[in-house]
């Protein structure tokens, strides 16, 4: 396999930004910037074998260093919210900075998703790796430690991509890492994803309180509802029950936690079809639980290729422990890291066609 190296413009502080695109034997390509470790593109093949790129983005830099939903994105230290930013460990109360309303949203006002990182390209037999470093100091966003991170994307000749995130800390302080890239299968120009069939192997969500999106704390059974995912579910007719469904309406569409059914193990947490292409993404992960946000808060234009992004043109799907976990000793496992432990989670987006 081989990983080209191009330049992609610059931040805002003037440094040169890189992408990277590593292409497999079938020429399926995944390309990732060194901004913000943010996936830039995937193009794989429907089922007669044409090439689309299935993740919504920009074309250059410049799309990138503005709102943007977050396309893309690498997420930490934590990813998903916080409630009014406030949280505690070992006795000592933490005020993170509140980038959602009240709340603390995806690493806060200049996360992870905003810096640069070391780049290494390691190529090898049948699977490429781009190697992103980055130290994060202790007080960034207010969160205690340093913590020195590494995020590994691997790409291979299955058109797996594979997404490694590990890290150390020197203080006890809370990692919570995701990927925001936001799927449509059919083509990141195609409209919506109304028409993809969605699959979570999920019984239960944690339910929202309103419109901010933190959790109740409680978890409510998908069952009789537009959450319940286990099957199989035309997107366009969840979305069509919101008027109906309370969680929905908060969201204006789907924003919410799944716990998976198969815990912490290594496993599949969701599968999404596009009949018209055959094209099928599986998403397998150690992490308990999976955000499905369905662009519900997108208006945006000048994506690629001239694309306007409007309401559900897409979706993320971002594995994580629970949203406003550091709150919530009663969910699974923890989003504390110490010294001397490491966190160390990966999570595999394999993309597939039907015949």
Request: hydrophobic share 35%.
């Amino acid at each position: 396999m081989s990983i080209i190296k191009a330049p992609f413009g610059q931040n805002k502080a003037g440094q040169p930004v890189s992408r990277y695109t590593m292409t497999n034997r079938s020429g399926a390509s995944v390309s990732i910037l060194d901004y913000g470790g943010i996936v830039q593109s995937i193009l794989v093949p429907d089922r007669d074998g044409k090439l689309a790129d299935v993740a919504l983005g920009f074309d250059t830099i410049d799309g990138y260093l503005i709102g943007h939903g977050c396309m893309g994105d690498t997420i930490g230290r934590y990813g998903n919210r916080i409630a009014k930013g406030q949280f505690e460990i070992d006795g000592v109360r933490y005020q993170l900075g509140c980038n959602n309303g009240e709340n603390h949203l995806h690493g806060g006002p200049v996360g992870f998703n905003q810096r640069m990182w070391e780049a290494e390209a390691v190529e090898g037999e049948g699977e490429d790796s781009l190697r992103l470093h980055y130290v994060s100091p202790d007080g960034e966003m207010s969160f205690p430690g340093t913590l020195d991170v590494t995020v590994t994307f691997t790409w291979n000749d299955a058109c797996d991509l594979i997404i490694r995130y590990q890290a150390t800390t020197d203080r006890p302080t809370l990692c919570n890492m995701t990927n925001h890239t936001y799927f449509n299968l059919a083509g990141q120009d195609h409209g919506t994803i109304r028409d993809q069939v969605l699959l979570i192997d999920s019984d239960v969500i944690t339910p929202v309180l309103d419109g901010g999106l933190i959790p109740t704390g409680s978890y409510m059974p998908v069952a009789g509802t537009p959450f319940d995912m286990r099957d199989g579910l035309l997107l366009g007719d969840g979305l069509d029950q919101m008027a109906d469904c309370p969680q929905m309406v908060y969201a204006n569409g789907y924003d919410h936690n799944f716990v998976l059914r198969k815990g912490e193990a290594m496993g599949l947490a969701a599968c999404l079809w596009d009949e018209e292409s055959g094209r099928v993404m599986e998403v397998i992960t150690d992490q308990p639980g999976v955000q499905l946000y369905t662009a519900s808060q997108t208006h945006l234009t000048g994506g690629k290729g001239g694309a306007a992004y409007d309401l559900y043109s897409g979706l993320c799907l971002e594995t994580q422990h629970f949203p406003d976990s550091p709150n919530n000793p009663q969910f699974t496992g923890t989003t504390v890291l110490r010294p001397g432990e490491r966190y160390d989670t990966t999570t595999i987006y394999a993309f597939r066609v039907e015949e």
